[in-house]
């Protein structure tokens, strides 16, 4: 008898879709914190426009080092647009990749609490444009802008929790799981309207970097989550809401 080479994870997702009407259907789960939330929507371009700060704007090529591990940790980047990812490496050439960050994100902040190298190496995902702000400019404007400081914070409390929340993901879930949060992450679900999400075409090398995997194992994947209509290629890559079923299953 023939046997499914789809994963016992997506298996029971494909189940999970027939028994629940399908990819269309609507979904909203209380248990996934919206990024959106109100009390924390924090405009950080505003921020930098009613300072009057002079700050560097650079422009960064896919896969070009924004910084490097153990370089002086002087200045608080924000991505004005694109994506960035944060890792970390071993001796032996192996790479974790903590954090992946789009547009609206600040990163680099710890040198306000006094670290003096980068303990980590951000490099561009795709084209981005990073605004570089001096350590001690926003330290004034936080002293000074009281109002957004606590904004501010909230905002870097919230970022992390979701860092923190994906790296335990890329530790102890399976490459299904992994690839589902890195989509999701690419599209900036939650935070940028409700789904479908597109997100432009991300290198496919990029993206299997992430999670862990070959080129053959992501290549397989995406196959499969754009046959159960998890994806579909459209102008990019077009993320249904229906993916968070994956990013979520137990």
């Not at 940790?73 to 004005?80: A, E, F, I, L, R």
Request: glycine content about 8%; charged content about 20%; some cysteine.
């Amino acid at each position: 008898m023939a046997t499914s080479s789809k994963s016992p994870v997506l298996e029971q997702m494909a189940w999970l879709q027939r028994t629940a009407g399908g990819p269309t259907k609507s979904l909203t789960s209380p248990s996934v914190p919206r990024s959106s939330n109100s009390r924390f929507a924090f405009d950080a371009q505003a921020l930098l426009e009613s300072t009057g700060v002079i700050v560097k704007t650079v422009k960064f090529g896919r896969k070009d080092t924004i910084f490097n591990r153990g370089e002086a940790s002087d200045s608080v980047m924000y991505v004005q647009s694109g994506h960035v990812k944060i890792s970390v490496g071993s001796k032996t050439g192996k790479e974790l990749v903590v954090a992946i960050l789009g547009s609206g994100d600040f990163f680099g902040e710890a040198c306000l609490t006094g670290q003096t190298h980068r303990m980590a190496t951000a490099s561009a995902i795709t084209p981005s444009t990073i605004v570089m702000i001096e350590k001690h400019d926003m330290i004034r404007m936080l002293r000074t802008k009281h109002g957004l400081t606590a904004r501010f914070f909230a905002h870097m409390m919230l970022r992390n929790i979701r860092v923190e929340q994906d790296l335990i993901g890329q530790l102890f879930s399976p490459m299904e799981k992994r690839l589902a949060r890195a989509l999701l992450l690419l599209a900036r679900y939650g935070m940028e309207g409700s789904a479908p999400w597109v997100i432009p075409n991300v290198p496919q090398d990029g993206l299997a970097e992430m999670i862990g995997a070959t080129l053959t194992q992501l290549n397989s994947l995406m196959r499969q989550f754009k046959k159960l209509g998890f994806i579909k290629y459209h102008d990019g890559i077009e993320i249904h809401g229906s993916l968070l079923n994956v990013a979520l299953h137990e």
